[in-house]
């Protein structure tokens, strides 16, 4: 069973930082690139980031590029998102994904659980 699991969301002050983990299982995560997705209730999911296989490819969507990075273990089957210089607009779900690119915003079968981010004074 494939299983993708996001800890590391919570409140947080304009401004601040939060980094977010997705551990996966069930899968050769290493063979996968892998994508973060964030959805704001009562709006569509919207497409963060990217990363290859060996985590030297990465990629942003312009709402978040030069503050979000993103990268991976492969040895330790976890994805990353930290995420810096937060905006109140940050605020979502946060969702792993497995495959790549804003594609994989229309599949929720890629998707893990979701972890809560909040940015707010």
């Known amino acids: 069973e494939v299983r993708l699991v996001e800890s590391g969301g919570g409140m947080v002050q304009p401004g601040g930082s939060l980094r977010l983990s997705c551990v996966a299982s069930?899968?050769?995560?290493?063979?996968?690139?892998m994508t973060w997705v964030r959805q704001v209730p009562g709006k569509g999911p919207e497409w963060v980031s990217s990363i290859n296989t060996i985590g030297i490819a990465d990629y942003y969507a312009d709402s978040v590029k030069g503050r979000f990075t993103i990268s991976r273990s492969n040895a330790l089957n976890t994805l990353y998102l930290q995420m810096d210089k937060l905006k109140p607009e940050d605020t979502a779900l946060y969702y792993c994904?497995?495959?790549?690119?804003?594609?994989?915003?229309?599949?929720?079968?890629?998707w893990g659980q979701g972890i809560q981010v909040t940015v707010s004074s």
């Open positions: 994904a497995r495959g790549h690119g804003p594609a994989v915003a229309l599949n929720r079968s890629l």
């Open positions: 069930g899968f050769d995560f290493s063979r996968y690139d």
